[in-house]
Structure formats: C-alpha cells, structure tokens
C-alpha cells in the first residue's frame, strides 16, 4: 500500500514536471499563432454556427438546406482556382530574409487583384451557361452573387495573411469576428423579416426569384464579404505597378502546383455533396433532400474541426518560424502526440453523446445521425494529414503534395461512387474518411524519407485503437439502456476511463522527466 502510493505520488509529481516543463513550453511557443488565432476561429466558428439551428428549422424542406450546400460547394473550388496557392506563397516567400514584406505583399496582391477582375468577368458573362451546366438552370442570380463573394473573399486572404505574419492579432480577430457577426445578423433579421411579413416575401420575390430565403442567404454572406474587405482596405490596396518579376515568377512556381493539391483537398472537403447529387438513387428532390439531411449532420462535426482548423490557422506559420530551430523536429513530433490525443478525446466525447447534441439542428435532419462519427475520424485524419504535410511545404517539394492529393481524390470519389447506390449518403462519409486516410499515410511515409521526424505513430495509433473500443462499447450500451440518466452515466465513465488510460500510458514518460531534472 505504501509503495503503490509513493508511486502514485510520483506519478503526479511526474505530471505536473511533465506539463510544466513541456506541454506549457510548447504552448507558450505556440501561444502566438494557435491560442491568438486558434481561440479567434473557435469563436468566429461558433458564432457562424448558429446559422446551423436557425437554417435547418427555417428550411423544413431539406432539399432547399441541399440547394445552398451544392452551390457552396461549387464556389469551394472556385475559391482555390481564384487564390490559386498565393496565400500559402505569400507565408513562404515572406519568411525569406532576402524578401521584404512589403514587397511580397504588393506583388501577391497585385497580380490577385487583377486575375479575380478577370475570373469575375468571365463567369458574369456565362453565368446562364454555368447554372445549366451544373443542373440548375434558370439560378445564374446565384452565381453571380457567388462569383462575388469569391472575389471579395480572395482580396481579402492575402490582408487576412499579412496580419497573422505581423502577429497583429486583435485587428485580425476583429475583422473576423465582424464578417461572422453581420452575416449570422443579416441572416437572421432578413429572413425572419420576410417569413413573418408574407407581402414583403411576394414582393421581393421578383428580384430574389422562386427560392427568395436562398437569395437572401447568399445575400447576406455577400454583404458581409464586402464588409471584411472594406475592413482590410489599407492593406488590399497596397500593389505595386513595377512588381519584382524575379519574386513574381518565384511564386508562381511554388504556388500555382498548391492548385490541384487545393482542389483535391476540395474534393475531400465538399465534393462529397456534388457526388452524391449525381450518384444517388432517387429523383431529383430527393437527392437534393438527401444531400440537405447529409450537410445538416455534418455541422455536427463542427467540435472536430474547430480543433482542426484552429490548428491549422496556427500551425502553419509556427512551423516556418520554428524551422531553424535545431529541437524543431522533436517540437513537431511532440504536437502531432498532443493534438492527436486532444482530438480523439474530443471524438469520444461528441460521438458518445451525440443524441443530446442532435438537437442542435432541424428534426428533419437528425435521420443522418449514423454518418457523424465516420466524419469525426475523417476530420482527425485530416488534422494529421495537415502536419505530415509540413516537410514538402518546409522543403519547398510541392510536388508531392499535388501527387498524394490527386491520389486522396481519386480514392474519394471513386469510393463513394462505387458505395452511393447501396449504403446512400453514408458513401460520402466513408468516402472523405478513406481519401483523408490515404493522404495521411502518403504524407507520413514520404516525409519519414525526405524529412524524417521521429513522430510516436504507434503511440497514436493505439490510443486510437483503444477511442474506437470504447467507443463501441458505449455504442452497445446506449442500445441496451433505455434509461436516458444511465446512458449519460455511463458516458461520461467511458470518457472519464479514456482519460486514466492516457494518464497510465504516460506516466513513465512523467516520472522520467522528474528522474531528468534531479
């Protein structure tokens, strides 16, 4: 008994040295891109989210909630073919001491400035082209309104990137904190105007067309788009009309090949919608219903990808900065370890207690609950897909990045066309896991022979093993409690257990950093 407490004293003392002199190091190191900028996306996020309860109960057709995803979706890609890599040029070129800034700044914005006029024009001129050639003829309105929001969007990025690389972190939280609030406010004030004054509805509906509440839904989004880049104007304003050619041709070298590693990334992202509208069985508003209930439940992986996506914001330019840095491959092993344990806890938790959360969105939506926790394991592939990436982005080998993500693409698509006929919307689920998965194992087995790190896969991959058990077990458990109070009860031990089970795996590695330091 007193040797079992001296160890568990030990233990403790292990921890506490252990976050002490690592996990708070690493923070405080990291405090200036993922806290500032990470905290900044979860609540920018967040705030956004309320559009997700708000649309899927005004939208009781969901086949309207899948018309808005499907053309978002289109202007996902549309937004990389208009950035077309110089967001991530412009962190790689302005990291270089033989580059000013300023310089690198007024070249990428530029030459942005000028394509977005010319891509804008373009599909103006064939925007009835378009909306047929996409299957929706007769809604070139809403193509045009997106192309502009695109371009607003685009001329923004660049600003966006130039304020994270002068760590001018509260102008950059503020203009995104005032995107998201005079969208989500618009939203609801326009569209709870027009439902509760019917005339107004009939009104404008000859300038909104037959879907008014769609419209106003891109409306808003445009409005708020404009507003971000009147915000950044000091700084998307800055061009120059003698750009350095040298630097100019340099990023688009490096740039340009991040197209098709964007688009494949895309593809991932939201051409799950537009393969479904094709490969699913069913008449046209079926599908479109489909495809509203799938996007419904997926902003229930929305805990997931705030974790992903703060760290990506953060990530990106701590990785440059810390490049030089002769422990940075140790640094870079250590973060994949806490952020994968991090996310699979946040998997755990969201997927044992995902009835509770599902009355975040519509009652129409909930019937695509099943495909949540598929998506939860794709968003944590991706957030290890973003840091296997970080070699060929430090190397400036690009190319592999386009290669692993056509291929990722491929996997994707193909496996939710084979899948879409037999399983339905699940398919898309699947399919964005298993594309995430092998862009993940590309990335990892490439950079352990370019640019190896010594990252604990094997540690990683256990805690996963074990997430997925206790996971199922609760799944079982939920199927045969019917006691709602039980189900949280035990929930909540599965979720605590997962948290002792870190706790013993890692307290060797504790205790040996007290060992260490005396």
Known sequence: MVNSTIQLLECYKGFTSFVKTNVLNLIKRLAGQTLVYGVSTILVRLINYALAPFHTRIFEDTSDFGLITIFYSYAAFLNILFMYGMETAFFR????????????????????????????????IFSDAISAFIGYPGYS???????????????????????????????????????????????????ILLVNHTEYLSQWSVYLGSKPLISVVFICNLIASIVTFLCLLPHSLRISFRPDMNLLISMLKYGTPLIIVGLAGMVNEVFDRLLLKKFLPGSPQFVDAQIGIYSGCYKLGIFMNIAVQAFRMGAEP????????????????DVMLYFSIFTLFIFLLVALFLQPISYIIGPNYRSGLYIVPWLLMAYFFLGLSYQFSTW??????????????????????????????????LAGAIGTLLGYITMT????????????????????????????????????????????????IFNLLIVFSFVVVVAFLEKNRWIHRVSKRK
Not at 109 to 124: A, D, E, H, N, R
Request: hydrophobic letters at 50%.
């Open 441 to 488: 194992m590309l990335g990892y087995i490439a950079g352990q022979r370019y640019y190896p790190i010594p990252y604990p896969v094997a540690k990683v991959g256990l805690y996963m093993i074990i997430v997925l058990m206790l996971y199922f077990v609760g799944y079982w458990l939920q199927s045969e409690i019917d006691s709602f109070i039980l189900q949280i």
């Open 93 to 124: 070129f302005s990291t270089h001491e033989q580059n000013s800034k300023e310089d690198v700044l007024k070249t990428s914005q530029g030459l942005l400035i000028i394509t977005t006029l010319l891509f804008t024009s373009l599909i103006w």
């Open 141 to 191: 309105t809403w193509v045009k309104i997106l192309s502009l929001i695109i371009s607003f969007d685009t001329l923004s990025n660049i600003p966006f990137a130039y304020l994270r690389l002068q760590n001018q972190a509260f102008k950059y939280v503020g203009v995104k904190l005032m995107n998201v609030l005079v969208n989500v406010g618009l939203n609801f004030v326009l569209i």
């Open 392 to 425: 060929y982005k430090l190397s400036g080998k690009t190319l592999f990045a386009t290669v692993f993500s056509i291929i990722a693409a491929v996997v994707t698509i193909v496996s939710t066309i084979v899948l879409a006929k037999s399983i339905g919307i």
């Open 318 to 333: 701590f990785f440059f900065k810390e490049s030089k840095n002769v422990e940075s491959k140790k640094l870079y092993a």
